[in-house]
């Protein structure tokens, strides 16, 4: 029922106020009004409101974990994209070198055929030059051999003086040949 604390807070309260040790004034009779709603609260309210607040709490933490779930999700995938990101970018080296091997090898083949291409025109024209060279020798000793034939001839002319001369012609036209 009533408990013996109130009954001697009360007992207590009359006593002050009977024998006005407390008087009664605007500033104390708001500080009694919140005291009454305090202790109302404790008694009748408090219940609710910790029930309120347990609530409240409950749903900071789930935002909390929620958050915490997000952030640890955003980790793992921001280190799939980086593990994902590095592969890729050591499959981009390996196909930047396999590429630059095809590359080179190209070239190589490229640079193989211009130069097959360039001994056989070399070739061409060295053969030209030799069957000109080859042309020019027969010519010349063709016409050699007419002189020397001619000299030869000659040399049974009775004429001193003639054969003095066709000597000095085929001497000098032999010495001016190279």
Known sequence: MIS????IFFLFSVIILSKEILVFNEELLILFAFLIFLLFLRNYISYNISKELDSRSLKIKEDFDFFRN??????????????KQKFLNTEIIQILKNLKESILLILSAYNNKHIKIFNNQLDDKLKKIISHYMKLKSVLQNKISCNVFIFLKFQYVKNKKMRKLIFKRSTLFLSNIK
């Open 4 to 7: 013996k604390n109130f009954i």
């Open 70 to 83: 997000m952030q640890k999700k955003t980790f793992t995938y921001s280190i799939d994209y980086h593990t």
